[in-house]
């Protein structure tokens, strides 16, 4: 059909008399469909370049199309599927009126977007809470013998707020028959009402095998709320958890009570997950456990001391999926990758916020004591791309490894194994650039620790909270194990298979393209280094 107005334009000249209406009619049909052509071919091609490659846009983490979004909720596995909704304000890149975002993964490292899932109606915003599968159908809401997946939320009622009340929180439920895709609330919600408390939400439910019942946890100001229910829609006060014990910094949200297996022994403990804000070990939001036991009534802590998840700045909110496929059992989590202090103004335009990779939990028993360690899926082998290995090579200082590893330095994971016969001053490493940006990540022997130093940083004027040195305390013997993820704006280091966590967003002027291996005081051997170049999730 495009031939034409080539044809008329060379016979123009000798036959202009003959052109009509008719010629004149298709040379504009022609024209229009060249532009439309162009116009969504264009369309087409920008939406491909586009498409998650905006500066700082995670490559490996899941974050939102575009606009704000906070915690992970609703975690549920169901017929292959892990699902992810989350906080989310689709009209501002800036907390609002809280919804349920939504995405499914089938390995926990490639996600798809799905449409937003809940929606506030006239009781409240939607905040936080989980979702779960309710197998023996106790609510009643499985039809055609599909069991309802059922989400348990928090109502944050601003008109309540508004008028001076302190009951706007209330707890509600909504079910799905169609795979978490379309959600029906249920008509007599709330199903657990305020008992005057100005916190009080983020349900967990989880079935309760022993006592044959679902148990919520949620957060009530400075403690924890325990409640039974034969059928998730009328609720029994257990007991309280927490006002004497854990840190109390701030206020608790978003807990999480689950069983585990020590890794040593096979015994079964129960863990406790609380975020507090503030009051994190680096300052801000950060997310503490308690290890002890559960009875189906009460639960009883035998840890005494204080324990982080995470001693980095930026791991918040995080909740563990609810089952898992036949086989799998894995304790998996993932956390709101940020901290309230600067979340609302860290520097990205289109979207706020990314989760952290997703880790699993791992608890063991050293030295008289419970660990909760965490470490990224074993998923993160699927988006490994290229790999540069070094072995058994002795380092006096540190050296500059720009160029020597034949890719960028993100998406990167690192693997070192390193020995040392005297503790190092400082062994670990350097990201820079031409800008002048430095973020380092160090062990120090001297002084017990593990450090993310952002202080290096020159793209901070955004927060006064955001630089910064971040501490953890660690203890290397004879040498160290780390595994870590470095994205376009997050690093998250692992130590010693998960007993060291750390994870820190930074924002450089520039893209890191410069890195340093740091040694200082004594040497080291490594006895093995592994950079994998690592696959955009996102890429098509
Ligand atoms: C935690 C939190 C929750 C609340 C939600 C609101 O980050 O404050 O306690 O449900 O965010 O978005």
């Known amino acids: 059909m495009f031939f034409y107005p080539k044809l008329l334009i060379r016979n123009s000249f000798k036959m202009k008399s003959r052109i009509n209406f008719f010629h004149v009619t298709i040379i504009f049909i022609s024209i229009v469909l060249v532009a439309v052509y162009v116009v969504s071919n264009k369309k087409h091609m920008n939406s491909k370049i586009d498409y998650y490659t905006e500066q ?37 890149t800036i907390w609002g009126p809280m919804q349920w975002g939504h995405a499914v993964s089938r390995d926990l490292t490639h996600w798809e977007h799905l449409p937003i899932a ?71 919600n709330p199903v657990l009402k305020n008992p005057g408390i100005k916190d009080f939400r983020d349900p967990k439910v989880f079935w309760h095998e022993e006592t044959n019942r679902w148990i919520m946890i949620l957060a009530a100001q400075d403690r924890i709320k325990l409640y039974s229910s034969p059928d998730l829609l009328c609720w029994k006060f257990e007991s309280d958890f927490g006002a004497k014990t854990g840190a109390h910094g701030g ?183 031409l800008a002048g940006d430095e973020l380092e990540v160090f062990y120090s022997g001297a002084n017990g620790t593990f450090t993310i130093d952002r202080s290096g940083l020159k793209n901070i004027s955004f927060s006064n909270d955001f630089s910064g040195i971040h501490e953890a305390p660690f203890i290397a013997k004879e040498g160290m194990k780390l595994q870590i993820l470095i994205d376009e704006s997050s690093i998250e280091v692992f130590g010693n298979n998960g007993e060291l966590v750390m994870t820190d967003l930074f924002f450089p002027s520039d893209d890191f393209d410069q890195m340093t291996m740091i040694c200082e005081g004594n040497n080291i051997s490594i006895i093995e280094a592994k950079f994998y170049k690592l696959k955009s999730i996102w890429s098509e």
């Open 56 to 92: 700082y846009r995670p490559q490996i983490h899941f974050s939102p199309k575009s606009q704000w979004m906070n915690d992970p909720n609703g975690m549920v596995f169901y017929e292959g599927e892990y699902h992810l909704f989350y906080q989310y304000y689709p009209d501002s």
């Open 118 to 188: 809940l929606y506030p109606d006239s009781l409240g915003y939607i905040f936080s809470g989980s979702a779960v599968i309710d197998w023996n159908n106790t609510s009643g809401f499985a039809s055609n013998g599909i069991p309802p997946m059922v989400a348990v939320f928090t109502y944050h009622n601003a008109e309540r707020v508004k008028a001076g009340k302190i009951d706007f929180q209330t707890q509600g439920i909504a079910y799905s028959l169609d795979k978490g895709r379309t959600w029906t609330k249920y008509a007599e």
């Open 251 to 433: 206020v608790w949200e978003c807990p999480d009570l689950f069983p585990m297996k020590i890794v040593e022994s096979g015994k079964q403990k129960w863990v406790m997950l609380v975020s507090i804000i503030p009051g994190g070990p680096n300052g801000g939001s950060a997310t503490q456990y308690f290890v002890g036991d559960f009875d189906g009534n009460k639960f009883t802590c035998e840890t005494t001391e204080t324990k982080w998840i995470d001693y980095g700045k930026d791991n918040y909110a995080g909740v563990t999926w609810s089952g898992n496929s036949v086989g799998d059992s894995r304790k998996l989590i993932i956390g709101w990758m940020s901290n309230w202090e600067y979340a609302t103004k860290v520097p990205t335009n289109k979207w706020r916020s990314a989760m952290t990779f997703p880790r699993e939990l791992i608890l063991k028993r050293k030295e008289n004591d419970f660990h909760l360690c965490s470490l990224p899926v074993k998923e993160l082998e699927l988006i490994r791309e290229q790999c540069y290995a070094v072995s058994n090579q002795g380092i006096e200082d540190g050296f500059d490894m720009t160029g020597v590893i034949p890719f960028k330095t993100s998406p990167l994971e690192i693997n070192l194994d390193i020995k040392w016969e005297h503790q190092p001053q400082k062994i670990g490493l350097k990201l820079s650039n």
